[in-house]
């Protein structure tokens, strides 16, 4: 597969401090690496869009989608929401998080079948929302959809079995490792759908703290992607990384996103 063929786009988090500072050099320096499309994250109001629409038109470079979180969705504040992504032109709403050890919408210690059965029938009625707004909508993983299990099947699993087909799969594989899942596995029992990749690099002995493709790196990147089957919507590079320098690292993360690509 050469590089070319895929647009290869990075999650925001990957430079979630440095892009603040000085967000046109920031925007700037992942554009020259040959980033083309950014994933934003977050609170609408910390990125002004008066300030960067303009950079990104003059850098062409687009938002392929947006992690929105739960609060945003509420009913007091969808039509706000679906009106904000319009405005960034952001054709995707990511609903980035549910449960977990941050207990968002709901306790870890309220965790049951039940209640994830409720959430699926909320996001299916969320994603028709998102269909007469002129948007997608996806759901990204953290590890502890792999870990819960109810019945012999993990949440994650339960969630895409119930979801609308039109809602994305946005797979985060490097939380899947950590959750004791496998990301090529998971991609196959799902194989009609659409998904937008995070590459992530884990470590098994670092954790978030690798560069993806990396001698380190836990991702099977070649058995991953030959899930792809033309299913892939976009390729998303993003890292956890301490590090100080983070554009260093998103290149270095680049560049093994590459050379998995080059070297099918």
């Not at 786009?9 to 979630?16: C, D, E, K």
């Not at 500072?21 to 990125?47: C, K, V």
């Not at 207990?103 to 269909?131: K, P, Y």
């Amino acid at each position: 597969m050469a590089v070319n063929e895929r647009k290869i786009g990075i999650a925001m988090y990957t430079v979630h401090r440095s892009i603040y500072e000085n967000p046109e050099r920031i925007l700037s320096d992942l554009r020259e690496m040959g980033y083309r499309g950014l994933e934003f994250y977050g609170p609408f109001e910390q990125f002004d869009a008066e300030r960067w629409l303009p950079l990104l038109r003059d850098l062409g470079m687009e938002i392929w989608g947006w992690h929105v979180e739960w609060r945003e969705w509420q009913e007091d504040r969808i039509g706000q929401t679906m009106a904000v992504l319009n405005r960034w032109q952001c054709p995707v709403a990511v609903l980035p998080c549910l449960g977990g050890r941050w207990n968002v919408g709901h306790l870890e210690s309220e965790d049951c079948l039940d209640l994830w059965n409720r959430r699926i029938d909320q996001m299916n009625a969320l994603e028709m929302v998102c269909r007469r707004n002129g948007l997608r909508m996806a759901y990204h993983n953290h590890d502890h959809e792999f870990r819960l299990r109810y019945g012999g099947k993990c949440v994650f699993d339960r969630l895409f079995e119930g979801l609308s087909p039109s809602i994305l799969m946005e797979l985060d594989t490097g939380n899947c490792i950590e959750g004791g899942g496998d990301p090529k596995e998971a991609l196959k029992r799902f194989p009609d759908r659409q998904v937008l990749l995070h590459m992530k690099p884990f470590s098994v002995k670092n954790g978030v703290n690798a560069v993806l493709a990396a001698v380190d790196d836990a991702n099977q990147w070649n058995e991953i992607l030959d899930e792809d089957r033309g299913r892939m919507v976009h390729l998303l590079v993003e890292s956890e990384a301490e590090c100080e320098d983070e554009i260093h690292n998103a290149r270095a993360c680049l560049d093994g996103a590459r050379a998995v690509l080059e070297n099918r």
